[in-house]
């Protein structure tokens, strides 16, 4: 599972280090000015949360794939790399919940939205995903997780919604719920349409419910299938007319007649939540799980899970030129592709960059990077050519919040206790046992590491309570022998002997340490219009939720005094309000 890119074009080696340039501001005497006027390049360290993916009807090499986070990325050779197919975050603030080709218009590729915020959103491109177009009318009101064409009816869409199955018979320009008189028809996230024009399955929260005349009326399939199982995919057996199957929040179920009666099918899974599912060419069935890829050759009977355990399995997909080529998407870790169908597995997120990187160290030689909420690829990568290229496998921790290196030792602050690295192998501190430990600060004379409740502090071979009398800490920062800490009302400089508690311009701020000195600042809470990305065509009078779109800066930076805690905080220069596109609160 390679995290390097000599596959993809390369720039300086050199200038690639500046991306990590945060792990080692510390050290230089900088101000947030000039921290905001660096240059920055990506490093190599890839990944994502990829919620669909999608083969190019036309080009069995050319695969889409969605994310969590807005971004849609293309590739060229079968997975093997990626790039952003357009605009690098096409949708910022929204989950790409399902990318759809549609097979009445050569080339289109339908994406379905859910807003972070609520609301919901379809989009369109002609292009490879180069530019997109907005549809969306009686969807902006809700979350909208996927879409099915219909054969020999260009202009037909239905849309599965939270709030049921919607139509549209104008390409997408206008939208009608056909589900309004039965309220239980209710988060749709899977649609079937087919074998004829008029027939729609939805699979919803509880059960799935089929209509024979385009969506007008609907009637439960239930036999056969225990209430309350959500259906997650609706996917048809090429070859076997009527043959259909189920994935569900409780295993998979079977149907020789289009759903009119169920099977449920369990042996051999080692978790019962499956959200994807696909048939393939020849008889195999992919079932991908929360726990792992499995698969039957037996139509289904005996099942068995192959490739890492614990992969979390979105979707599937497969080229029908080349059904042996399999791709998954994963939440948190990227995509995945089998050559063998499902066989073997390997992972193949070169160049996505919808990662989260929590904690970046420079020590040693070596830079750090904890990444989190990655699936089974979350730890801490390690790079000992400046961020070039990382470590091809993470050292598997608990969720890291912190990094810090004391005294030519390593420790992570983890959702489950401190940990400290002395070599090769990491291992928990055993007096601080599995508490969440937020902060783990560092200077030449002092290694203390922040709890919700408080402080522990090396003295010696072990670690001891800290002597801290306030309210929870919420922030802290080591000057020296000075420990300073921030509780959400107000600041204490804690040293030898003293303890001083401050009037702060930002109570609530954050501390962070830049240079000798040391920082205070606070963000404020905007809500921001989100604008039509660049390359675009929003729908007319179409209302987009609050998104990230960067117009949010900090509210208040300031640096304490060395020496008196009792002179006054300095402001440096103001920092920018937010654009007229915010609403600031």
Known sequence: MPFTSSRLPRRLAAARAVLLFAAIAAALPATAESLLA??????????????????????????????????VYRSADGGATWADAGQPVPFPGWVVSDLTFDAERPGRLWATLWGLWGGGLIAYSDDG??????????????????????????????????????????????????????????????????PEPETVIAGTWQRAYRSDDGGRTWRGLYDGMVPDSEVFT????????????????????????????????????????????????????????????????????????????ALSILEIAYHPERPRRVYLATEGSGVWVSDDGGETL????????????????ASGGRILAAVNNAGITSGIY??????????????????????????????????QGLWENRGDSWRMIGELGKVRVEQVLSSPERLVARTPSGFWELAGPRFQPLDYRHAPPRTAVLLGDEL?????????????GSNHTLESPAPRGRLARAGGGMLLWRTRACGCAAPAPAGTTPLPGSASPPAPNGCCRPATTASPPSSSPRRAWRSPTPPPACSTRCRCR
């Open 346 to 361: 390997s992972w193949s997120a070169n160049g996505m960059t919808n990662l989260r990187v929590a904690a970046l160290l």
């Open 484 to 496: 300073w800490v921030g509780d959400g009302e107000r600041h204490h400089r804690l040293a030898a």
């Open 129 to 194: 995903a180069a530019t997109w177009t907005y549809r969306a009318g009686a969807l902006s009101d809700t979350k909208v997780y996927t879409l099915a064409t219909v054969p020999g009816r260009p202009d037909r869409l239905y849309a599965g919604t939270l709030n049921g199955v919607f139509r549209s018979d104008d390409a997408g320009e206008s939208w009608h719920r056909m589900s309004a008189h039965l309220p239980e028809i209710y988060k749709v996230t899977s649609l079937l349409v087919g």
């Open 382 to 415: 390690s790079s000992r050519d400046g961020g070039i290229t990382f470590s091809p496998q993470p050292a598997p921790l608990p969720t890291v919040l912190d990094l810090a290196a004391h005294r030519g030792a390593l420790y992570a602050a983890t959702e």
């Open 38 to 71: 660096t240059s920055w390049l990506r490093a190599d360290l890839f990944g994502g949360d990829v919620r669909s993916v999608a083969p190019a009807p036309d080009n069995p090499d050319v695969v889409y794939a969605g994310t969590t986070h807005g971004q």
């Open 234 to 309: 609706l996917t048809p057996v090429p070859g076997r007319p009527g043959e259909l199957w189920a994935s569900t929040c409780g295993w998979v179920y079977g149907s020789k007649n289009g759903g009119d009666r169920w099977v449920r099918f369990r042996e051999g899974f080692t978790d019962r939540r499956t959200p994807a599912f696909e048939a393939l060419p020849g008889g195999r069935l992919l079932a991908g799980t929360v726990d792992g890829l499995h698969l039957s050759d037996d139509d289904g009977r005996n099942w068995r899970r192959v490739g890492p355990a």
